[in-house]
T-cell receptor, first 112, second 114 residues
Framework: DTGVSQDPRHKITKRGQNVTFRCDPISEHNRLYWYRQTLGQGPEFLTYFQNEAQLEKSRLLSDRFSAERPKGSFSTLEIQRTEQGDSAMYLC??????????FGSGTRLTVV | AQSVTQLDSQVPVFEEAPVELRCNYSSSVSVYLFWYVQYPNQGLQLLLKYLSGSTLVESINGFEAEFNKSQTSFHLRKPSVHISDTAEYFCAVSDQGSQGNLIFGKGTKLSVKP
């Protein structure tokens, strides 16, 4: 197992376009988390899945953001009508238990 | 609401010197505490964690942190740093009764100079 994989590593998009990121967790992990990290800040929690159920969403996750985890395996995070303020590193993490988890390398989004 | 304060945004130190990265948290409930390390252009790696039991926890590469409930602190220490320890370090807290979502501090950039 190679850990948590995120794709793409980098994405540059024009303002107003839609983007989708993918996260492949460690295969036996049932918990999956999305975080956003902006420059000079620590990661901020966005949303959490247990298996295929989205159990918690942060207020940071506006209506333009949607996350899915079909069949409880990989997850996607879509941002519609991107804005410059969406530029950030989007981090995915997975775990079996809620006491520390494995992060992926992240997807760096730049909105121009 | 929970919060984490990392008191130093940058810590420069010479190789082989000791270092302490400070972390204070606020929470009204019992918590789990974590330190993560982030090397340039990489994701976060778990360095060490406090869940219960002994208040002193250690990592495999010589870091240690001590949970102090009365001070609501979880400072990270290393008696002798190496150039390879240069990275950004994040302290994080989660509510023991939560689903595991973490509240992070803003990070401390440790720069080890030869």
């Amino acid at each position: 197992d190679t850990g948590v994989s995120q794709d793409p590593r980098h994405k540059i998009t024009k303002r107003g376009q839609n983007v989708t990121f993918r996260c492949d967790p460690i295969s036996e992990h049932n918990r999956l988390y999305w975080y956003r990290q902006t420059l000079g800040q620590g990661p901020e929690f966005l949303t959490y899945f247990q298996n295929e159920a989205q159990l918690e969403k942060s207020r940071l996750l506006s209506d333009r953001f949607s996350a899915e985890r079909p069949k409880g395996s990989f997850s996607t995070l879509e941002i519609q009508r991107t804005e410059q303020g969406d530029s950030a590193m989007y981090l995915c993490a997975s775990s079996l238990v809620p006491d520390g988890y494995t992060f992926g390398s992240g997807t760096r989004l730049t909105v121009v | 609401a929970q919060s984490v304060t990392q008191l130093d945004s940058q810590v420069p130190v010479f190789e082989e010197a000791p270092v302490e990265l400070r972390c204070n948290y606020s929470s009204s409930v019992s918590v789990y505490l974590f330190w993560y390390v982030q090397y340039p252009n990489q994701g976060l790696q778990l360095l060490l964690k406090y869940l219960s039991g002994s208040t002193l926890v250690e990592s495999i590469n010589g870091f240690e942190a001590e949970f102090n409930k009365s001070q609501t602190s979880f400072h990270l220490r290393k008696p002798s740093v190496h150039i390879s320890d240069t990275a950004e370090y994040f302290c994080a807290v989660s509510d023991q009764g939560s689903q595991g979502n973490l509240i992070f501090g803003k990070g401390t950039k440790l720069s080890v100079k030869p």
